[in-house]
């Protein structure tokens, strides 16, 4: 017997990574932006995706793409309550989404007649920033009440986002949030990113991310 | 806590080269990661002993190579490693940083046994 030693300098999620361009392709060929929210649990992911069908319906046709840990279908049902279509994708446990299941999930919708998918990513702060999806954007919501010095103890989320949507400003008079900290935390980390502050409680703030979006979907 | 999923990629790739060179068995696999890649290594091995039985790699041992992350500053253009936690840029306190190593994540080599004379 011979020892060997071979070369093989691959990229250890390049399969994933291969998946999602494919996914890309499909959601270009379509003329669908694809969106990838994260967020941790209550953050307010479903509230955002929420409001902006809400504020959206008339002009865009959403869907959304919902994972979950657990087999519940609580998300996708308010979505499909609020009069678009949603799919729910149960990961078996598995902290994150993959290119895999977003493959299946853009099976069980009508993509073509879609102009916005927003994939709900499973509520988590560190292994969904690993795993492309094959959307066009990512944006992440992060909240009042988590503290400002997320930033600094996820730095991978937020070095990987377009977008970073601060949820439940309503609260900033009850809670101890200093945002120059916050603020800082997140400029470090990714210089120049689009922060829209909001709260789905009272709607302050939708505007600006909502322009955001609707200039991001005229030009696909 | 994604380290499952990460070590079936490793088991994929190391098995597909393996078979490709012609191995009887794979020994040992080199892991190339950036500090700033979240992956516990001890989680990585307890799955691989679990996911790698039966297979050509059964029993293959893992090395992990961690690479520093170092920032430059855009700002003042200071080099500088990351501690562990996030810092401004020591000279300036710019926040305007650039990874330069640390992202790191790759399957590097593998070492596998062959049936001598079997490539001739």
Redesign the interface.
Known sequence: ????????????????DQLAEQNRRRLDQAGTFGINLMASPGAGKTSVILQTIRRLAGSTRIGVIEGDTAPVTIDADRVISAGMPAVQINTGG???L?AVMIANGLNQIAVDQLDLIIVENVG?L??PA??QLGTHTNVLIASIPEGDDK??KY??IY?GIDVLILNKIDLLPYVRFDMDYFR??V???N?GVKVFPVSCASGEGFDPWLDWLRAKLSKE | ??E???TE??L???SE??SK?G??KV?DVY?VLGR???IVDDSVQFYWDALSEGTICQGAQLHFERIPAKMAC?DCGTSFELPG??I?CPKCQG???K?ITGDE????????????GENL
Do not use: W
């Open positions: 017997m011979n020892t060997l030693r071979v070369p093989v300098v691959e990229k250890i999620l390049n399969a994933n598995d902290c994150h993959d988590n560190i292994c690993a795993f930033p600094y730095p991978n070095r800082k935390g400029e470090i980390l210089p | 806590m994604h499952l999923a990460v990629s490793i994929q790739i190391a080269h393996a060179a191995a009887k020994t892991l700033l890649s979240s855009l936690e996030l401004l926040g305007h940083v990874v994540f790759r399957v590097d080599s593998i070492e596998i046994l062959q049936e001598s």
